[in-house]
């Protein structure tokens, strides 16, 4: 029997395209989940408070979170205390305002990997800014140049 040739030669060329795992990402992708309007957003040196639910991007598996010590985490942020896509990611942001962060490896691990997360992994972290260390959380409407007051 006679295959025809064409079609089996796109189907190997296409074949590990979709077999392919997510492709990786380059940059860090900053999303906005629940934005908060305020004058005092988190900069570098703020000691700051954040919940956060950290996923593998390849799998979603999760490798940790704050909720399960049931206490956000605390650390300065731009101090290299965390993995860089931290320090970057969570930079502008007001208290109670929410993020998803998707940190490529060069970002996060690297090619070392870290506990339950391999190396070369792309993460995925769900944030909250619970606080910062001198701030007070400002009340709906109390921020300057809010919508009440245009």
């Known amino acids: 029997m006679h295959l025809p040739t064409l079609p089996l030669l796109l ?15 380059e940059e860090l992708k900053i999303e906005t989940t629940f934005p908060v309007t305020c004058t005092r957003k988190s900069a570098a040196g ?34 290299k205390q965390v993995i860089q896509g931290w320090d970057q990611g969570l930079q502008g942001m007001c208290i109670g305002e929410k993020r998803t962060l998707t940190i490529p490896p060069h970002l996060g ?38 919508y009440d007051e245009l």
């Open 11 to 25: 189907l190997a060329a296409i074949l590990p395209l979709a077999l392919a795992d997510t492709p990786p990402v």
């Open 46 to 79: 703020d000691s700051i408070e954040v919940h956060y639910r950290g996923t593998l991007a390849s799998t979603g598996a999760e490798f940790d979170a704050s909720h399960n010590r049931g206490a956000p985490f605390a650390f300065k942020l731009g101090a």
């Open 109 to 146: 691990y690297g090619e070392r990997g870290m506990g339950p997360i391999p190396p070369g992994s792309t993460l995925v972290f769900e944030t909250e800014l619970m606080g910062i260390q001198g701030v007070e959380r400002e009340a709906p409407g109390e921020e300057k140049g809010s």
